[in-house]
């Protein structure tokens, strides 16, 4: 979906949501490193958020309660987001760029990839493009895995190395996200799986409620929890204490770690978990939210 076109002179604001695996298969491996995956991806409205505005040159400042992990880090996937579609489209625009980071770094939410797709619809909006989510598909693609389905900002089976999309319909629900304070490293946790490789078949029934849903989800898991638990203890009891919250209907880790989810029908629930957790654990993080659907693209703010 093309954000409105942007008034000349004035910064667009685009919000990057977290990024969850409800399941995560690796089928195998490829000759360059990149392993094969089949899962179900879905977004929650927990976000990033990135602020373009014009400029000289091409900057990014990170603030948020999570800009201090970010210090010092090697690179930034929203500048190789900008760089790469400002050579695509030849533009010689500059932006001062503004990353307020919400969420958790290095924790299975997507975030640097989610922060990657929200540059490149705002800078798309800013300058002028035109590109939309369909034209920005292949720069996506090139700055990595999970770029795409992030541009997409919605529910998802994905296969390959994770750009193979088919949507999927899910039922409303509600999320408690934690995290229990230890980051890991994704590189980290694929080189430390050593199977077993495959994945059953994707389920065709469509879940009309969050019992239902989390039938399904339960004939499947998380392959890399084993390798991540090992690295973060933490995660097994995380998980744990997730499915003891009242109202949880199913509780994993999502991507490569450290975080887990738990799934609620209700938001009464899913706020009373998350407080239980913030008040139990002060070295955790934790927060409710819901899925978000069906907007075909990332949400101006």
């Known amino acids: 979906m093309s954000l409105p076109s942007n008034e000349a002179g004035t910064s667009v604001t685009v919000a990057a ?13 490829r000759d360059d490193g990149y392993h094969l995956l089949d899962s179900l991806i879905v977004f929650a409205d927990l976000h990033d958020v990135v602020r373009a505005a014009p400029a000289g040159a091409l900057t990014l400042d990170v603030t948020g309660p999570f800009a201090p ?7 930034n996937l929203i500048l190789t987001a900008a760089e790469r579609l400002s050579s695509a489209a030849g533009c010689r625009e ?4 503004t990353l307020v980071k919400n969420i958790p770094v290095a924790a299975g939410l997507g975030g640097g990839s989610a922060d990657a797709a929200a540059a490149l619809m705002a800078l798309d909006q800013l300058w002028g493009l035109g590109l939309g989510a369909a034209g920005l598909a292949d720069i996506a693609a090139g700055i990595g895995a999970d770029v795409p389905v992030c541009l997409e900002s919605r529910s998802a089976f994905a296969g390959g190395i994770g750009g193979e999309l088919t949507p999927a319909r899910l039922p409303p629900l509600w999320l ?18 050593d199977g077993p490789f495959g994945s059953p078949a994707r389920f065709t029934d469509v879940a009309e409620d969050v019992g239902a849903l989390a039938a399904l989800l339960r004939r499947r898991e998380n392959q890399l929890t084993p390798a991540a638990a090992a690295m973060v203890p933490d995660i097994a009891d995380l998980a ?22 738990g799934l609620f029908t209700h938001e009464a ?4 978990g998350a407080g239980r957790l ?3 654990h002060p070295g955790w993080w934790a927060a409710s939210a819901r899925l978000t659907e069906g907007r075909g693209g990332l949400t101006s703010i």
């Open 17 to 29: 949501p977290a990024k969850l695996n409800l399941y995560l298969h690796v089928l195998g491996r």
């Open 69 to 75: 992990a970010l210090e010092g880090a090697p690179g």
């Open 94 to 97: 500059g932006a001062h760029i």
């Open 176 to 193: 408690v996200i934690a995290n229990p304070g230890r980051p890991v490293a994704t590189a980290d946790v694929f080189g430390a799986f």
């Open 240 to 261: 744990a204490q997730l499915t003891a919250l009242p109202g949880c209907e199913l509780a994993r880790m999502s991507g490569s770690g450290a975080s887990c989810f």
């Open 269 to 272: 629930q899913a706020r009373d």
């Open 278 to 280: 913030d008040r139990g």
